[in-house]
């Protein structure tokens, strides 16, 4: 079975543009996840999609939107983008049942000059 | 509120010693606790995973956690340090009921010839 996928891998951007961000769960999976990763921060949880609507929410500005397309693909947009949106996004697909366990993509290293 | 604490940010072991990772939980009801493994530019990989159904959980790579119930810890354990176990380790948790991962801050595991 095919893991999960995230494209691009790398990204440059300047201040001020707009990214969107792909990922690709692992099939029959119906919940994805996103995270923020930096050096300060750690690990930090943007928001989850279960069947194409949004679950959970983590603590982050508006500007950080995301969306789930009935194949369960979601992607991740970025607006107006700062220096400190530079991080690895990553990806986690899962069942999204109870118990479920959370399977990462390899991410996208995401850099705002 | 649940949260997930992982003592020492960095911890450095010798090639063959007892690798000890601390992980601390807070949830009021019984958790669901993985450990991940990230290597550099690379995603999260699942270790291991707690599920109640016994509180010895071994994972890949010769490592196991032990769940204790009084002490909300869920420390990961290998008995012999290989140089290839230098990567940084996270604890998570999920609370039944909910579908939300709370990632502990993460341990960088360094590993001395």
């Known amino acids: 079975k095919a893991g999960v996928t995230q494209t691009p891998r790398y990204l440059i951007k300047t201040r001020g543009q707009q990214v969107t961000l792909s990922c690709s769960p692992i099939?029959?999976?119906?919940?994805v996840s996103w995270y923020q990763q930096t050096p300060g921060q750690g690990l930090q949880f943007l928001f989850e999609?279960?069947?194409?609507?949004?679950?959970n929410k983590g603590n982050f500005p508006g500007r950080f939107s995301g969306r789930q397309f009935s194949n369960s693909r979601s992607e991740m947009n970025v607006s107006t983008l700062e220096l400190g949106d530079s991080a690895l996004y990553l990806c986690a697909s899962s069942l999204g049942t109870e118990g479920d366990t959370q399977y990462f993509g390899p991410g996208t290293r995401l850099t705002v000059l | 509120a649940q949260s997930v604490t992982q003592l020492g940010s960095h911890v450095s072991v010798s090639e063959g010693a007892l690798v000890l990772l601390r992980c601390n939980y807070s949830?009021?009801?019984?958790?669901?606790l993985f450990w991940y493994v990230q290597y550099p530019n690379q995603g999260l990989q699942l270790l291991l995973k707690y599920t109640s159904a016994a509180t010895l959980v071994k994972g890949i790579n010769g490592f196991e956690a032990e769940f204790k119930k009084s002490e909300t810890s869920f420390h990961l354990t290998k008995p012999s340090a290989h140089m290839s176990d230098a990567a940084e380790y996270f604890c998570?948790?999920?609370?039944?009921?909910?579908?939300?991962?709370?990632f502990g801050t993460g341990t960088r595991l360094k590993v001395l010839a």
């Open positions: 099939s029959g999976h119906r919940s």
């Open positions: 998570a948790v999920r609370t039944s009921g909910t579908y939300k991962y709370i």
């Open positions: 999609y279960f069947s194409e609507t949004q679950r």
């Open positions: 949830s009021s009801v019984p958790p669901y």
